[in-house]
């Protein structure tokens, strides 16, 4: 069974800039511990919202139509990325660029929240800390200036193999 989750995805220009970031890590990481570090493909990058884990087939298509709900609400999106560092504190094993939660990110949480409860598909309550994740492993804590504008919400299908993790885009909202 496949497990879900809310992500805004990123196009190719949102790519690039987090690749220009990830590029400078992939090149000092060459020298010192790149047996250690597992870089996540570019394809796999996203900002997750909520994970959903398993969820019954009707109640994605329930989803969907909540998701185009989202929209209406008209937002503007943005996160300052100031940070790139292992994730989480206690037992890192993700290489994330990380963000300060803001008002509008908050809102957004709490309304997918909102909507997650009322369709009664089971999610993390856990406080949403804004981060890309770029690799696997535990490095010190970066300074980083990365400015995005957040423009969308996609609902991902979450696919594991013996090739690792891959996931597959089912639905995308503009926001």
């Given at each position: 069974m496949s497990r879900y989750f809310l992500a805004v995805d990123f196009d190719d220009e949102i790519r690039e800039?987090?690749?220009?970031?990830?590029?400078?890590?992939?090149?000092s990481d060459e020298q010192s511990c790149s047996h250690q570090v597992r870089w996540i493909p570019s394809s796999n990058w996203h900002l997750t919202l909520a994970f959903l884990g398993h969820v019954e087939v009707n109640k994605l298509?329930?989803?969907?139509?909540?998701l185009k709900l989202l929209k209406s609400k008209k937002r503007s999106l943005?996160?300052?990325?100031?940070?790139?560092?292992?994730?989480?504190?206690?037992?890192?094993?993700?290489?994330?660029?990380?963000a300060q939660?803001?008002?509008s990110i908050n809102q957004l949480e709490e309304d997918i929240?909102?909507?997650?409860?009322?369709?009664?598909i089971a999610h993390s309550n856990k406080k949403l800390l804004p981060h890309i994740s770029i690799a696997r492993i535990n490095p010190?804590?970066?300074?980083?200036?990365?400015?995005?504008?957040?423009?969308?919400?996609?609902?991902?299908?979450?696919l594991s193999s013996h090739k690792g993790v891959r996931y597959e885009r089912l639905e995308r909202v503009e926001l």
């Open positions: 800039k987090i690749h220009r970031i990830v590029r400078h890590y992939k090149t298509a329930q989803l969907s139509g909540y943005k996160l300052n990325f100031t940070k790139c560092e292992a994730f989480p504190a206690r037992k890192p094993s993700v290489i994330a660029l990380r939660a803001n008002e929240s909102s909507m997650l409860s009322e369709l009664g010190s804590p970066q300074n980083i200036d990365l400015r995005l504008q957040l423009t969308n919400i996609t609902l991902f299908k979450s």
